[in-house]
């Protein structure tokens, strides 16, 4: 049996965190005294994982002395995260691959959920979003994306704008698992997009693609545990409060 592989995208510098992100990579900012970063190599570590691997960019060398292999996006000032995953294609051609976002925070539990996940695409999501989402934003629709599952927990519908509250069922993490035959799918699919589109192709739109394009099941798992997207300055404190 294949083992699974940790793999963190931490490419970009996060730029709406300001001077925080003058002179480290986003993945460095600490909540209550420790690098993002570490938490998620922590989550993953404690859940069995025993490799784990990193996406630099930016200032990729202060990154050099977490993780256990780094793959480097030379062309991360122009691209998205979708790209950031493709420099790690050798290992999703040949292993299962747990995927994070640098800039979450979330425990064990999360990772258990996809570990135990016998899906080829698989991701964790928030059913209880708007708590976070309000104590994020003075509107929660205004940053907040569609997301509905079946019944049996196949997505089907990510990433658009909700009109209403009704169009979300919860919040994608940033938290994913993929296969070698996941990861497959992942490339037919990117090939159909066009050229000029790909370095700014979305994880979410990517997923809404698989599903649209492919007809192939991304299958969703509710998490009920902290977690926390740090995307702005005040995300920070929220943050610290969650996690302290």
């Not at 709406?16 to 003058?22: L, N």
């Not at 995953?85 to 299962?96: H, I, Q």
């Not at 490339?187 to 790909?198: D, F, N, W, Y």
């Amino acid at each position: 049996m294949q083992s699974v592989l940790g793999l963190i995208l931490a490419a970009g510098r996060g730029s709406r965190m300001g001077e925080i992100t003058a002179t480290q990579p986003k993945g460095l900012i600490s909540v209550n005294g420790k690098p993002l970063i570490d938490w998620q190599i922590d989550a993953m570590r404690s859940a069995g994982i025993g490799t784990v691997g990193i996406v630099t960019g930016y200032m990729s060398e202060l990154l050099q002395s977490r993780g256990d292999e780094h793959f480097r996006n030379d062309k991360w000032e122009a691209t998205s995260m979708v790209e950031s995953l493709r420099c790690a294609s050798a290992w999703l051609n040949s292993n299962g691959c747990i995927i994070s976002y640098s800039d979450i925070i979330y425990d064990r539990t999360a990772v258990d959920l996809l570990l135990n996940s016998k899906a080829d695409i698989a991701i964790t999501y928030d059913p209880n979003w708007h708590q976070l989402w309000s104590a994020r934003f003075k509107d929660p629709l205004s940053d907040a994306e569609t997301f509905r599952v079946s019944t049996s927990g196949i997505l089907l519908e990510i990433g658009g704008v909700p009109k209403s509250i009704d169009e979300i069922q919860g919040q994608y993490m940033g938290l994913l698992r993929i296969t070698p035959r996941g990861w497959h799918v992942v490339e037919e699919v990117i090939s159909q997009v066009a050229l000029s589109r790909r370095p700014d192709l979305h994880m979410t739109s990517l997923l809404e693609l698989i599903v649209e394009l492919a007809g192939f099941p991304i299958y969703c798992y509710p998490y009920i545990g902290l977690w926390a997207e740090l995307d702005s300055i005040s995300d920070i404190a929220i943050a610290n409060h969650l996690f302290s």
